[in-house]
T-cell receptor
Framework: EDKVVQSPLSLVVHEGDTVTLNCSYE??????LLWYKQEKKAPTFLFMLTSSGIEKKSGRLSSILDKKELFSILNITATQTGDSAVYLC??????????FGKGTKLTVNP | DTEVTQTPKHLVMGMTNKKSLKCEQH?????MYWYKQKAKKPPELMFV???????INESVPSRFSPECPNSSLLNLHLHALQPEDSALYLC???????????FGEGSRLTVL
């Protein structure tokens, strides 16, 4: 069965800190790994990493994929209070199914 | 336009009621999904439609009945639900495989 494990489950930091969120996975016939940010409502898409795109960056957020060691990290630099959210990692194997980890709840205090 | 719209945003129903949740996307995406999310838990897949055909049913109880009338619309018919079915129901769509999913804002369902 496909499995996604995120760590830590929660994290409290101060504005300006840099954080690293972890995601490890076991999936049959890996196709992609996705990061989402969820505040009060729907998850919003951040990055998709595949065999042909193992590193992504957008502003203060960046992510890498290590296909050999089966993990990904999401980095957020110079955190702001608006970064407070649950960050979800999800993987796709050989089917349409997207399997989510339990998420990391990030709280950024002023 | 990267929007998935869901209606209603909130729904309260009794255990004997029949209601429906609706989802619409106009991005030309070929796959549409229903997820269920309980408080402080990740989304759990319920159904996947690919090219308007049901491709995945994650052993969901028959009191939930999905329907895909066309490539832009996805419904979830609800009947004889239980209080434990109260949750946020998220619809999503994706262009291709293994592309990203775009989520709607969800329908928050309360079963009394």
């Amino acid at each position: 069965e496909d499995k996604v494990v995120q760590s830590p489950l929660s994290l409290v930091v101060h504005e300006g800190d840099t954080v690293t969120l972890n995601c490890s996975y076991e999936v049959t016939n890996f196709r992609s790994l996705l990061w989402y940010k969820q505040e009060k409502k729907a998850p919003t898409f951040l990055f998709m990493l595949t065999s042909s795109g193992i590193e992504k960056k957008s502003g203060r957020l960046s992510s890498i994929l290590d296909k050999k060691e089966l993990f990904s990290i999401l980095n957020i630099t110079a955190t702001q209070t608006g970064d407070s959210a649950v960050y979800l990692c999800a993987v796709r194997g050989g089917s349409e199914k997207l399997v989510f980890g339990k998420g990391t709840k990030l709280t950024v205090n002023p | 336009d990267t929007e998935v719209t869901q209606t209603p945003k909130h729904l309260v129903m009794g255990m004997t009621n029949k209601k429906s949740l609706k989802c619409e996307q106009h991005m030309g995406h070929r796959a549409m999904y229903w997820y269920k999310q309980k408080a402080k838990k990740p989304p759990e897949l319920m159904f996947v439609y690919s090219y308007e055909k049901l491709s995945i049913n994650e052993s969901v109880p028959s009191r939930f009945s999905p329907e895909c009338p066309n490539s832009s619309l996805l419904n979830l018919h609800l009947h004889a639900l239980q209080p434990e079915d109260s949750a946020l129901y998220l619809c999503a769509s994706s262009q291709g495989f293994p592309g990203e999913l775009f989520f709607g804002e969800g329908s928050r369902l309360t079963v009394l």
